[in-house]
C-alpha cells in the first residue's frame, strides 16, 4: 500500500513549506503548516493506491489547527 499526501491553501496553492509526500509503509507524517492565524486555512489530500489501484482522494480541511471539514470524492 502507497499512500500521497499533500497540502493546499484555500486558493489551491501550495502554502510555504508545504510538501507532497509519497510513503510507502503503513504510515506518513507531513508538516501541515498550521497556524493560529484568523482565516488560516489548510486541504490535506490524502490518495491510497492498493494493489496498483489508486483509491478516490480524501480532502481534510484545516482552519488553523482544528479539523472543520472532511471530503471524500465518490
Do not use: F, W
Amino acid at each position: 500500500m502507497k499512500y500521497a499526501v499533500s497540502i493546499r491553501d484555500s486558493n489551491g496553492g501550495a502554502p510555504p513549506a508545504a510538501s507532497r509526500v509519497i510513503a510507502t509503509g503503513p504510515r506518513v507524517c507531513v508538516p501541515a503548516a498550521t497556524s493560529s492565524t484568523p482565516g488560516s486555512y489548510r486541504i490535506v489530500g490524502v490518495t491510497a493506491e492498493i494493489g496498483g489501484a489508486q483509491a478516490k482522494q480524501a480532502r481534510i480541511h484545516l482552519s488553523g489547527s482544528r479539523v472543520v471539514g472532511l471530503e471524500r470524492d465518490e
